[in-house]
């Protein structure tokens, strides 16, 4: 994940950093059919518009991320075989990420090497590469999507290329400033990385909990996976 924090103000609706964003973006509808952007079960670790749920907020303000999801793989309550001290240990690592809506590609990153050790961060990550290996995805109606810690050389698509909802763009990873192997993904209102106003993103169709949604938004300590 990009930043993690702990906040006692767990009921606070995260629009409340300002009367005009809340007016603006608290009951923001998504504009572009998303789909969940994975195959299979995952578990949200971060999501939600709560401090309690969401992790990314307040101090990410300005960097697109106030609604920011944060998604791996839980089987048994773990998610990792073993000891969980190399990549390949965790569930997700490896796994196919796709285009959670159709689009056109922006900007991508694709040769940073994924982080030795789970848990802890290579020593040349830094400013310019926290996100590690991502994806934008420019959805030509003002919203843009940012997958991000992909595995190093698993993104196989080029800046330019039209993606529709549904096709492979990678494989999760853990590189940048990641925690673990994981999913980031958050919609935003501009096309520059980590430099926008977060988007709440609705995605529909799915099953969160073995309940189906039309419509929603996954929220932590959820399993969820497309219809």
């Known amino acids: ?46 999501g939600g518009r709560t401090h309690l749920n969401g992790g990314h907020h307040f101090v990410t303000r300005g960097s697109g991320q106030r609604y920011a999801y944060d998604i791996g793989i839980v089987i048994n309550g773990r998610s990792f075989s073993g000891d969980g001290s190399r990549n390949e240990d965790h569930y997700c690592f490896g796994k196919r990420l796709n285009a959670p809506g159709d689009g056109k590609i922006l900007a991508l990153e694709n040769n940073i090497e994924d982080n030795y050790t789970p848990g802890s961060v290579n020593d040349d990550i830094n400013e310019n590469t926290i996100a590690g290996n991502y994806v934008i995805i420019d959805h030509l109606n003002g919203e843009y999507s940012t997958l991000a810690h992909f595995k190093k050389g698993t993104i196989i698509v080029s800046v330019g290329d039209t993606v529709i909802k549904g096709q492979e763009v990678g494989k999760a990873g853990n590189s940048g400033n990641s925690s673990g192997p994981h999913l980031h993904y958050h919609l935003q209102n501009t096309p520059y990385l980590l430099d926008g106003i977060g988007l709440p993103a609705q995605f529909l169709n799915y099953y969160a909990n073995d309940v189906f949604m039309n419509r929603g938004e996954p929220v932590k300590k959820q399993i969820i996976r497309k219809s």
């Open 1 to 46: 994940m990009f930043v993690v924090i702990l906040s006692s103000c767990t009921n606070v609706l995260i629009g409340d950093r300002g009367k005009l964003d809340e007016d603006i973006y608290l009951n923001y509808q998504t504009k572009t059919d998303l789909e969940l952007p994975f195959e299979g079960e995952w578990y949200v670790s971060v």
